[in-house]
């Protein structure tokens, strides 16, 4: 299947190395990040577990559940976890998916319904499983993005995407390039400039289009 922004994301059971889950179970009310690796003890892949296990307080701040996806089985998780916390200096909490039979890598659309696992396999053959994806409470994918092996994903800017998104949705407005939190945000063309400032007080007219106004309390 081919998933897009804001189509729900799809449910599944599987085992992890803490245990089975029902992802849309696993999810509740909270937000989500499912972001997926070609395969264990790899270096690119280990300081990226660690940058998120690192963040553990940045994500419960923003009520985040956080999980990882390999296509190595639970043993290997549970050994790689080791690693991860060598790299990061502190626990991988979160739990970390086993989908060694690619299911979950095809219904979330980073492998062809074609694909397996050969003998002696490599990362390469599963490199395409190198994706991050946001996901709101309503369990509709908000973003995704897709990274090479040879380059460590940035989660300083999953964590800014995920605040982008989180006031978005709380606020009905957008942000700008390189918002950070605390800067204007935009105010959404549909909205008149009548109901502009009821809502939102004083705001700047930069363009016709462009409305800028302080970040709602």
């Known amino acids: 299947m ?17 245990g089975d889950i029902s992802f849309h179970d ?7 990040i499912l972001f997926s690796h070609p ?21 419960k701040a923003r009520g985040t559940k956080v999980i990882g996806v390999s296509v190595d089985g639970v043993e290997d998780h549970k050994k790689w976890k080791g690693d991860i916390e060598k790299v990061a200096g502190q626990a991988a909490g979160f739990p970390i998916i086993a ?10 659309d980073m492998l062809p319904s074609e694909a397996y696992l ?13 994706a991050v994806f946001i996901i709101g409470p309503d369990k509709k994918l908000k973003l995704s993005m897709t ?5 460590g994903r940035n989660f300083a800017e999953v964590l800014r995407a995920l605040d982008g998104l989180q006031t978005a ?6 942000t700008p390039a390189n918002w950070q939190v605390g800067s204007d945000v935009i105010i959404p063309a549909t909205v008149s400039d009548e109901d502009a400032k009821a809502k939102f007080g004083e705001f700047t007219t930069v363009l016709p289009y462009l409305r800028t106004t302080k970040t709602p309390s």
């Open 39 to 59: 395969k264990d003890f790899t270096p690119v892949c280990t300081t990226e577990f660690g940058a998120v296990a690192q963040l553990a307080d940045e994500w």
């Open 99 to 108: 989908d060694t039979d690619l299911a979950i890598s095809k219904a979330f």
């Open 147 to 151: 990274y090479p092996m040879n380059v």
């Open 118 to 130: 050969p003998d002696g396999r490599t990362p390469n053959d599963t490199a395409t499983v190198r």
């Open 26 to 32: 696993w999810i509740g009310d909270s937000w989500a």
């Open 2 to 18: 081919s998933l897009r922004i804001n189509d729900t994301v799809p449910d599944f059971t599987a085992s992890t190395d803490q």
């Open 169 to 174: 949705a709380k606020h009905t407005v957008a």
